[in-house]
Each structure stands twice: as C-alpha cells, then as structure tokens.
C-alpha cells in the first residue's frame, strides 16, 4: 500500500519502527488482543502463539502432476516468508490453519532443501497442523502434531470457518482480499477480516488465491457487513469497514 494511498483509504495505520508491533494491527477477538502482522499472521503475545493460514505448500507440484506448469518454487518462498515472521516475533507455538498442503500427497512431495527449512522453523517450539479440506489427514513425517481443532482460553482455532459458532473463532479457508478504490485508482489486497466476534485470516501461500470480502460467504459467515477488513499493505495494515469495500 503506497504512502499516497493512506488518505484515500482513511484507514489507521501504525507506521513501521524497529519493534514488531509495528508491522501489525491491534485486532480485538472475545475480547483478547492480537497482532495482525501486515504479511499475514496472527501473533497472540500472552501466549506466544502465531497462527498462519492456508500456506498450500506444494501448490506448483499439484499443478505440474496435473500438467499445469508452475514455477516450482512456492513451498521456498511461503516457507522463507514464514522464516521473517517467525524471527519477528518469536513464538513458543505456531499454529498452521489447514490446507497447509495443497493436495494430501504433499507432504510427501517436498523437497529435502524445504524439508530442512521447516525442520528449522519447528525447532524449540511447538507446531499445531490444523487439518483442513485440501489436507484432511493427519500430516506425518514432517514433525509437530496434528489436530482437527485447538482451543485456547477464550479462542477456538480451526480451518473452515462455522456459521455456528461461539465467540473467539480464529479461521481461514475464505482466503479473504479486500478491493477499494480512491484518486483514480483500485487496489485489492489479502486481509483479515474480523468483527470482533471471530477473525477470518488471509491465505499465507504464495500460490493462494483470494476471495473478495464482499463474497456472499462472508456474509454467511458474520451475517452483515459489519465487519473490518484489515487489509495487508507495505509494512503496516489498513482497516477499512467492509461496506466500503468494492464487489469484483
């Protein structure tokens, strides 16, 4: 989101310094606070727990087994992003949100260098994959536990978000992206999307695709548009109330 942009959106921001904190918005769910990072995680500081979504490692391979060519090198880059965020904020538990795999042979498939990389990032810390509707199965071979829930206080983490649910839900799946316009031009970015109540996170992966906010099925999944899209933009994060937001 370039500096021009910031006006026209009339949005907060918090301008980035040397401290974490000031990559991410302040989201409130039940009541507990949490950081959403401009590159797409959520960080709960009083539990040291980070919680990405929908990282679809293994996209390109999926892809090529299909006979669709796509550069192979999407598990590096979501995994090297991942890297930044987890020295960022250093957390005791990182919790994977489903569809962390693109396809169910996708633990499998990835390479030695990547699998290295991952072992890395799990190490001294506990990791939680949530399962999800790409990845249904427990992963195994690739460390860390697998659970089709994890609940956590006043927050409930699980992939697919459920219209049913009790406050404090931490989801992903929707791939939420947020489209605005202002001075002429239109911008579309990943975003979490939240209402105080429950948070629907953006897709992590960088092979993901998004769906816009104002998609019927978030409607279905906060009943109004009286919801925020905190959208990722460079180096800060925009809110913008979801009935601003423009239809595809």
């Known amino acids: 989101m370039a500096p021009s942009s ?27 606070s949490l950081l959403a990072d401009c590159d797409g995680a959520l960080y709960w500081p009083e539990e040291g727990i980070l919680a990405i979504a929908d990282l679809h490692l293994e996209k390109g391979s999926s892809f090529a087994a299909r006979g669709v060519l796509l550069p192979p090198y999407d598990t590096a880059a979501t995994l090297s992003r991942l890297a930044r965020i987890i020295a960022r904020y250093a957390p005791r538990t990182v919790v994977a949100l489903g569809d962390s795999f693109h396809d169910g042979d996708g633990p499998a498939r990835i390479g030695d260098g990547d699998r290295a990389a991952l072992a890395t990032l799990q190490r001294g810390r506990d990791w939680i994959w949530i399962t999800g509707n790409h990845d249904p199965e427990p992963v195994s071979g690739l460390g860390g536990i697998s659970a089709a829930i994890l609940a956590v206080g ?4 699980r992939h697919q978000p459920d219209r049913l649910a009790a406050d404090g839900e931490i989801a992903g799946h929707l791939h939420p992206v947020a489209r605005v316009s202002g001075r002429g031009r239109t911008v579309s970015r990943r975003c979490f999307a939240c209402d105080g109540r429950r948070t629907v996170m953006p897709a992590f992966g960088a092979y993901a695709g998004g769906l816009n906010v104002r998609d019927r099925a978030f409607a279905e999944v906060f009943g109004t548009l009286a919801f925020t899209a905190h959208m990722l933009g460079e180096g800060r994060v925009y809110a913008v109330a979801a009935k601003r937001c423009l239809a595809d």
Do not use: C, H, K
Request: overall charge neutral; glycine content about 6%.
């Open 6 to 32: 910031r006006t026209q959106l009339n949005a907060r921001e918090i301008v980035p310094d040397a401290s974490p904190e000031a990559r991410a918005g302040v989201l409130t769910v039940a009541g507990v």
């Open 154 to 157: 006043a927050l409930m983490f």
